[in-house]
C-alpha cells in the first residue's frame, strides 16, 4: 500500500484513513453503505462487535506525507475476504470512501477534498504514474497494475524529489 497526501489533502489538516477488509458479506455490505464520518464515529465499536470478521489499518497523515511500499499482513486480500474499502476522515462533506480493487499494489492518493485509488483512476490528478515502456509514456498510456515494480522505482523519485521541494521552502 502506498499513501499520497497532495500539500492540500483534506484542505490542509491532518487526516485519518483507515483500510478495513472484511470477512463477511453482510458486514461489506454495510460498509459500502456508510459515509467516512458515519464510519469513523462508529469504527471502535465496529472493531469490538466484529473482531473475527474484519481487519484494520489504521494511519494519521498530514498533508504532503507519503506512505511507501507499507506491507500489510500476508493474506491482504485473502480468499475468504469479502471486500476492503477505504476510510478517509476529511473536513468536507462527503462519501470519502473507496472499495479497493484486486491489485496487488494500490496508490491511495488524498486530495483537497476526497481521495481515489491512482490504478482504479483518479479525475484531475496531477500524479503521474510509469508505463510498460519510455514510448508509452511519451504517448501518455495510462498504469497497468502489473507494472508494480516499475512504479515502486518511480514513486521512490518523486518522494525524493517532494522531499527536496520541502526542503527548499523551509
Given at each position: 500500500?502506498?499513501?499520497?497526501l497532495d500539500t492540500d489533502a483534506n484542505n490542509y489538516s491532518a487526516t485519518e484513513v483507515d483500510l478495513v477488509i472484511a470477512y463477511k458479506m453482510d458486514l461489506?455490505?454495510?460498509?459500502m453503505k456508510m459515509k467516512a464520518a458515519d464510519y469513523f464515529a462508529i469504527a471502535e465499536q465496529i472493531r469490538r462487535d466484529y473482531p473475527e470478521m474484519l481487519k484494520v489499518w489504521h494511519w494519521?497523515?498530514?498533508?504532503?506525507?507519503t506512505i511507501n511500499d507499507y506491507q500489510l499482513s500476508s493474506c491482504f486480500m485473502c480468499p475468504e475476504a469479502f471486500g476492503a474499502v477505504?476510510?478517509?476522515?476529511?473536513?468536507?462533506?462527503?462519501?470519502?470512501?473507496?472499495r479497493?480493487?484486486?491489485?496487488?499494489?494500490?496508490?491511495?492518493?488524498?486530495k483537497k477534498e476526497d481521495l481515489c485509488i491512482v490504478e482504479q483512476g483518479c479525475p484531475n490528478?496531477?500524479?503521474?504514474?510509469?508505463?510498460?515502456?519510455?514510448?508509452d509514456a511519451k504517448k501518455g498510456k495510462s498504469f497497468k497494475p502489473?507494472?508494480?515494480?516499475?512504479l515502486e522505482g518511480e514513486m521512490k523519485k518523486i518522494t525524493a524529489v517532494a522531499d527536496k521541494i520541502k526542503g527548499v521552502l523551509k
Open positions: 500500500v502506498n499513501i499520497i461489506f455490505k454495510s460498509l494519521e497523515l498530514t498533508p504532503g506525507q477505504i476510510f478517509a476522515r476529511y473536513l468536507t462533506p462527503g462519501s470519502h470512501r473507496v479497493v480493487g484486486s491489485s496487488d499494489t494500490i496508490h491511495v492518493l488524498l490528478h496531477s500524479l503521474l504514474l510509469p508505463t510498460a515502456s519510455d514510448n502489473s507494472q508494480s515494480s516499475e
